[in-house]
């Protein structure tokens, strides 16, 4: 096998099958570093500016090893594009034969017992469930690998996904009677035989707070583990090094009780009882909080009367539960299984209500019909740095978002990486002819009750000029709605709202409409690929700080308090730097993008941690006259469409697992 930088050279194996292919220096100086960072079993961290073609930089010198590699990326959408599009070319231009699969959580894989357990319980699911059923059943019949993603035709909040799949909790695992033939455990096995698995950062961190409970091991041991997308991975972690325990879980374990009491234990009439119990239970403390969804502090909560002795009625039925479940135990297996839940949860439960513990934060969050109880570790980074310490391996960390203030300290830190080598590469993108970045004048403040009119004022000059394919991202869904209201009634434009339908959808009807005008928050500033001219203008509502009121968050803000940090600088400013670059990252991906990117905030230029964030952006030429940016835009509708090299490109729906 050739070296890495010989396969990246313009005679290269890469410019020789690999259509379009021009070598890029960035490129080839970070493909030479992973390559060294592999031989060497040590840890790299790379902030690889949009162009530099990261994905090819990984993968070519992870295929030429000859290391067994995990690749994690952020989202199933991403995993999924890697596989089946990146993954294939680079494998084509090696010549390599090496054995690569695609790994997703257990809740993407049917679950046969659970099929077969729904099968005759028509009485328990509502129409539209039974209709999904029975397409269920219908694709069982003739799919191989049982991924419920081939089923295109259940949407992807289907409400019978969690009747057809397991769960940590109700996986039988080697005692259930379809073990055999289980897709999981299939997709487990072809893992283990693989020499590069791609999984996602939920699975991956699942997998690894599993081991370190030692109930199981889903991703297989590896050489190499390679991070893409690594800006999410802090939170992503703390959550998986944490615990939680949702109503919607009590519930759960009350319908399998029933389940089991309708369809095998018919003479244990105590199981529908004690399962009752807990269902209401558990819906009367979700209904102690606004109907309206919402985070808080679980530790102030718990101070409240009300809340405390919905906790003490709900810790009294899950030992009802207990007892009920204790009587009949080896009866039934997933009964037996139901105990087990129980039994954990009950714990949880203890842990979750437990307020004089030290360096975690307790905070929940309520959907529509549930509430979640949360337990966060405010820091991972020594619980992760003992993680990677043996067995030795390679460890490989990249994004486009990883530096603050020119460092890499705030990532370093936050994940313990003492022993890390580091790596800054700019974006390969001539910004200085390809962008302009402005911060209008005469702005009020970010709290004036007047700015969404000024938001509006400014959104209209550049809609106009830029004829619409404009994306304007806001940090509060609260100012989103203010403005789309105004706009709606000034102009012709297709406004397309987040949360009207789905992030996919909204991105086609974007794309078809020509001249449509998006609105959205935190769920398009990142994973969202929009390249030519149908992406002409971004513009952001103001410096995207977290709300100060965000429970986890505001338990930071403390323990960095109590240890006599300055919390602004240290948490704040380097979560905001990143969520902004994320953002500005959406205007210019491709070497033909032309735009203009407005930050309509003056912080940027009246504070001096604005220069934070201006250092931490692209070298865009820079205007504080709107007049200049409307003037830019209209430029580039006066020059020739330009083709992108990579066509129309959306990334779709965020989820886990």
Same mark, same amino acid.
């Given at each position: 096998?050739?070296?890495?930088?010989?396969?990246?050279?313009?005679?290269?194996?890469?410019?020789?099958?690999?259509?379009?292919?021009?070598?890029?220096?960035?490129?080839?100086?970070?493909?030479?570093?992973?390559?060294?960072?592999?031989?060497?079993?040590?840890?790299?961290?790379?902030?690889?500016?949009?162009? $530099?073609?990261? $994905?090819?930089?990984?993968?070519?010198?992870?295929?030429?090893?000859?290391?067994?590699?995990?690749?994690? $990326?952020?989202?199933?959408?991403?995993?999924?594009?890697?596989?089946?599009?990146?993954?294939?070319?680079?494998?084509?231009?090696?010549?390599?034969?090496?054995?690569?699969?695609?790994?997703?959580?257990?809740?993407?894989?049917?679950?046969?017992?659970?099929?077969?357990?729904?099968?005759?319980?028509?009485?328990?699911?509502?129409?539209?469930?039974?209709?999904?059923?029975?397409?269920?059943?219908?694709?069982?019949?003739?799919?191989?690998?049982?991924?419920?993603?081939?089923?295109?035709?259940?949407?992807?909040?289907?409400?019978?996904?969690?009747?057809?799949?397991?769960?940590?909790?109700?996986?039988?695992?080697?005692?259930?009677?379809?073990?055999?033939?289980?897709?999981?455990?299939?997709?487990?096995?072809?893992?283990?035989?693989?020499?590069?698995?791609?999984?996602?950062?939920?699975?991956?961190?699942?997998?690894?707070?599993?081991?370190?409970?030692?109930?199981?091991?889903?991703?297989?041991?590896?050489?190499?583990?390679?991070?893409?997308?690594?800006?999410?991975?802090?939170?992503?972690?703390?959550?998986?090094?944490?615990?939680?325990?949702?109503?919607?879980?009590?519930?759960?374990?009350?319908?399998?009780?029933?389940?089991?009491?309708?369809?095998?234990?018919?003479?244990?009439?105590?199981?529908?009882?004690?399962?009752?119990?807990?269902?209401?239970?558990?819906?009367?403390?979700?209904?102690?909080?606004?109907?309206?969804?919402?985070?808080?502090?679980?530790?102030?909560?718990?101070?409240?009367?009300?809340?405390?002795?919905?906790?003490?009625?709900?810790?009294?039925?899950?030992?009802?539960?207990?007892?009920?479940?204790?009587?009949?135990?080896?009866?039934?297996?997933?009964?037996?299984?139901?105990?087990?839940?129980?039994?954990?949860?009950?714990?949880?439960?203890?842990?979750?209500?437990?307020?004089?513990?030290?360096?975690?934060?307790?905070?929940?969050?309520?959907?529509?019909?549930?509430?979640?109880?949360?337990?966060?570790?405010?820091?991972?980074?020594?619980?992760?740095?003992?993680?990677?310490?043996?067995?030795?391996?390679?460890?490989?960390?990249?994004?486009?978002?990883?530096?603050?203030?020119?460092?890499?300290?705030?990532?370093?830190?936050?994940?313990?990486?003492?022993?890390?080598?580091?790596?800054?590469?700019?974006?390969?993108?001539?910004?200085?002819?390809?962008?302009?970045?402005?911060?209008?004048?005469?702005?009020?403040?970010?709290?004036?009750k007047d700015r969404s009119e000024a938001l509006v004022n400014v959104s209209l000059e550049l809609i106009k000029a830029s004829q619409g394919r404009c994306f304007l991202l806001f940090t509060s869904h609260f100012m989103l709605r203010q403005v789309a209201q105004i706009l709606e009634q000034q102009i012709d434009n297709p406004i397309l709202v987040q949360g009207s339908t789905s992030k996919g959808a909204l991105l086609e009807e974007y794309l078809s409409s020509g001249n449509g005008v998006l609105l959205?928050?935190?769920?398009?500033?990142?994973?969202?690929?929009?390249?030519?001219?149908?992406?002409?203008?971004?513009?952001?509502?103001?410096?995207?700080?977290?709300?100060?009121?965000?429970?986890?968050?505001?338990?930071?803000?403390?323990?960095?308090?109590?240890?006599?940090?300055?919390?602004?600088?240290?948490?704040?400013?380097?979560?905001?730097?990143?969520?902004?670059?994320?953002?500005?990252?959406?205007?210019?991906?491709?070497?033909?993008?032309?735009?203009?990117?407005?930050?309509?905030?003056?912080?940027?230029?009246?504070?001096?941690?604005?220069?934070?964030?201006?250092?931490?952006?692209?070298?865009?030429?820079?205007?504080?006259?709107?007049?200049?940016?409307?003037?830019?835009?209209?430029?580039?509708?006066?020059?020739?469409?330009?083709?992108?090299?990579?066509?129309? $490109?959306?990334?779709?729906?965020?989820?886990?697992?």
């Amino acid at each position: 096998m050739p070296s890495v930088k010989q396969i990246f050279a313009s005679d290269g194996a890469l410019s020789q099958r690999v259509s379009g292919f021009v070598p890029r220096a960035e490129q080839t100086e970070m493909a030479s570093s992973v390559e060294k960072a592999i031989k060497d079993k040590a840890q790299l961290v790379v902030e690889a500016g949009t162009g $530099t073609g990261k $994905t090819f930089a990984y993968l070519v010198p992870a295929l030429a090893s000859d290391k067994k590699v995990i690749v994690s $990326t952020g989202t199933k959408n991403l995993q999924e594009q890697l596989f089946h599009r990146d993954l294939p070319i680079v494998k084509q231009a090696l010549g390599s034969n090496k054995k690569s699969v695609l790994l997703k959580g257990r809740a993407n894989y049917l679950c046969l017992h659970r099929l077969a357990q729904h099968g005759g319980n028509s009485t328990v699911f509502e129409k539209q469930t039974l209709h999904q059923l029975s397409q269920v059943r219908d694709w069982a019949n003739s799919t191989k690998s049982g991924d419920m993603g081939e089923l295109k035709s259940l949407p992807e909040d289907a409400k019978v996904l969690p009747f057809v799949t397991s769960t940590v909790d109700n996986c039988l695992g080697k005692d259930c009677p379809d073990y055999d033939d289980c897709y999981l455990v299939k997709a487990r096995r072809n893992a283990l035989d693989a020499d590069m698995v791609v999984v996602n950062h939920h699975l991956f961190f699942a997998d690894m707070a599993l081991k370190d409970t030692g109930f199981g091991e889903l991703i297989p041991e590896a050489h190499v583990v390679l991070f893409d997308e690594a800006h999410q991975i802090p939170d992503i972690a703390s959550e998986y090094f944490g615990e939680a325990l949702s109503s919607r879980q009590l519930a759960d374990m009350g319908s399998d009780m029933e389940m089991v009491y309708r369809t095998k234990l018919k003479d244990a009439g105590q199981l529908s009882k004690a399962a009752e119990k807990l269902r209401v239970s558990a819906m009367d403390l979700r209904l102690q909080f606004p109907q309206q969804p919402q985070k808080g502090n679980w530790q102030q909560a718990l101070m409240t009367d009300t809340v405390q002795n919905q906790i003490s009625r709900l810790s009294d039925a899950l030992n009802l539960v207990y007892e009920v479940l204790k009587v009949h135990l080896g009866r039934d297996k997933d009964l037996d299984s139901v105990y087990e839940r129980c039994v954990q949860a009950r714990g949880r439960l203890a842990r979750l209500t437990d307020t004089g513990q030290q360096g975690v934060s307790l905070w929940y969050e309520t959907t529509p019909r549930h509430i979640i109880l949360h337990l966060t570790p405010l820091s991972i980074a020594q619980r992760f740095a003992d993680y990677i310490e043996t067995p030795k391996r390679s460890w490989i960390f990249t994004s486009a978002t990883l530096m603050v203030d020119g460092g890499f300290e705030h990532f370093t830190g936050q994940m313990g990486l003492k022993q890390a080598r580091t790596l800054g590469l700019e974006s390969p993108f001539d910004y200085q002819q390809q962008a302009l970045l402005c911060v209008p004048r005469y702005l009020p403040e970010p709290t004036a009750k007047d700015r969404s009119e000024a938001l509006v004022n400014v959104s209209l000059e550049l809609i106009k000029a830029s004829q619409g394919r404009c994306f304007l991202l806001f940090t509060s869904h609260f100012m989103l709605r203010q403005v789309a209201q105004i706009l709606e009634q000034q102009i012709d434009n297709p406004i397309l709202v987040q949360g009207s339908t789905s992030k996919g959808a909204l991105l086609e009807e974007y794309l078809s409409s020509g001249n449509g005008v998006l609105l959205g928050t935190s769920a398009f500033w990142e994973g969202v690929d929009v390249r030519g001219s149908d992406l002409t203008c971004v513009l952001i509502d103001k410096l995207p700080f977290a709300a100060p009121d965000d429970p986890l968050l505001e338990a930071k803000i403390n323990d960095c308090k109590k240890h006599g940090g300055n919390p602004f600088a240290q948490i704040q400013i380097p979560r905001a730097v990143i969520a902004l670059k994320q953002g500005a990252g959406r205007l210019i991906r491709d070497m033909s993008d032309k735009g203009v990117l407005v930050i309509c905030d003056n912080r940027l230029v009246t504070r001096d941690y604005g220069r934070i964030f201006l250092a931490s952006l692209p070298p865009m030429q820079r205007t504080r006259t709107l007049e200049k940016a409307v003037s830019f835009l209209q430029q580039l509708q006066n020059q020739p469409p330009q083709s992108p090299s990579v066509k129309k $490109t959306a990334q779709q729906e965020t989820h886990k697992l």
